[in-house]
């Protein structure tokens, strides 16, 4: 049974950081590409940064944010700094295995940026 438990959110200040991390269980790690995803009050889910060999950042998050992995202990990063309150919003890590595509998503992990 694949479980993706996302930890780390909670409310921050403007300019603040915060470190989101996602455990997977129940498959074989390194051979998922792994992803965060946001979605905000009334708006669509959006890609915010993914990493298999490399990585990949929404526009709105490049040069804030940084995602890692550590195949050793099954989880994923993000590091999340120069939050503004347009970031905003409940954070989900997926998981999707390279050649199957089968895909998971975690329940998520809510971040507010307020002061």
């Known amino acids: 049974q694949v479980q993706l438990v996302e930890s780390g959110g909670g409310l921050v200040q403007p300019g603040g950081s915060l470190r989101l991390s996602c455990a997977a269980s129940g498959l074989t790690f390194s051979s998922y590409v792994m992803r965060w995803y946001r979605q905000a009050p009334g708006k669509e889910r959006e890609l915010v940064a993914g990493?298999?060999?490399?990585?990949i950042y929404a526009d709105s998050v490049k040069g804030r944010f940084t995602i890692s992995r550590d195949n050793a202990k099954n989880t994923v990063y993000l590091q999340m700094n120069s939050l503004k309150p347009e970031d905003t919003a409940v954070y989900y890590c997926?998981?999707?295995?390279?050649?199957?595509?089968?895909?998971?998503w975690g329940q998520g992990t809510q971040v507010t940026v307020s002061s």
């Open positions: 990493i298999r060999d490399t990585t």
């Open positions: 997926y998981a999707r295995q390279i050649v199957s595509l089968q895909a998971y």
